[in-house]
């Protein structure tokens, strides 16, 4: 069964502290792994990684994926209160028995809180 | 942001009655998806749909179905609603291989 597994489950932390969340997974037919960042609405992308060792950056956040390994972390330096959310982790997916439909499967995230 | 609208937006229903929530694209993205999020569990698949009239279940569709007859609309129904189908549902569109999924901004449906 494919899944997918984040931790920590959730992480406080003081403003100007670096955080480190972790994503695993073990799927059939990877084909690219996805960040999302939800506050109190929709999850919003942050980034897509598909190749090993190649750093993605957007300010402060950045994220790396491992494939051999089967694991991404996201990092997030100088954190900052708006960084406060629920990081979820997913995993695109090409399941053998579909119609050529590809899935994206979730972690259960990573909730962080950034103190003042 | 994605074009991505789904309504109600907020529904309170009662036990037993059917529910259709509705999801409207504008970016003409073949791939559709209708998600649930409960605490502890994330985000899980109900139905997916990769063209028009084309479906099929996800990890958690027993009492739920799925309707896609135009190319921007999804539509998803409980035939009779139940108090474990209280959550929030998200529609999310997707262009393809190696492309984002996008979110609507959920609906919050609350069966008494």
């Known amino acids: 069964e494919d899944k997918v597994v984040q931790s920590p489950l959730s992480l406080v932390v003081h403003e100007g502290d670096t955080v480190t969340l972790n994503c695993s997974y073990e799927?059939?037919?990877?084909?690219?792994l996805l960040w999302y960042k939800q506050e109190k609405k929709a999850p919003t992308f942050l980034f897509m990684l598909?190749?090993?060792?190649i750093e993605k950056k957007s300010g402060r956040l950045s994220s790396i994926l491992d494939k051999k390994e089967l694991f991404s972390i996201l990092n997030i330096t100088a954190t900052q209160t708006g960084d406060s959310a629920v990081y979820l982790c997913?995993?695109?997916?090409?399941?053998?028995?579909?119609?050529?439909?590809?899935?994206?499967?979730f972690g259960t995230g990573t909730r962080l809180k950034v103190l003042a | 942001d994605a074009g991505i609208t789904q309504s109600p937006r907020h529904k309170v229903t009662e036990t037993g009655t059917p529910v259709t929530l509705r999801c409207h694209q504008t970016?003409?993205?073949?791939?559709m998806y209708w998600y649930r999020q409960d605490p502890g569990h994330g985000l899980r698949l109900i139905h997916y749909?990769?063209?028009?009239?084309?479906?099929d279940k996800g990890e958690v569709s027993d009492g739920y179905s799925v309707s896609r007859s135009k190319t921007e609309d999804f539509l998803l129904t409980l035939e009779s609603a139940t108090s474990s189908q209280t959550s929030v549902y998200f529609c999310?569109?997707?262009?393809?291989?190696?492309?984002?999924?996008?979110f609507g901004n959920g609906t919050r449906l609350t069966v008494t």
């Open positions: 999310a569109i997707s262009g393809g291989y190696r492309s984002p999924l996008h």
């Open positions: 799927v059939t037919n990877f084909r690219s």
């Open positions: 997913a995993v695109e997916t090409l399941p053998l028995t579909t119609s050529g439909t590809y899935k994206y499967i």
């Open positions: 598909t190749s090993s060792g």
């Open positions: 749909s990769y063209g028009v009239k084309d479906t």
């Open positions: 970016e003409n993205h073949r791939y």
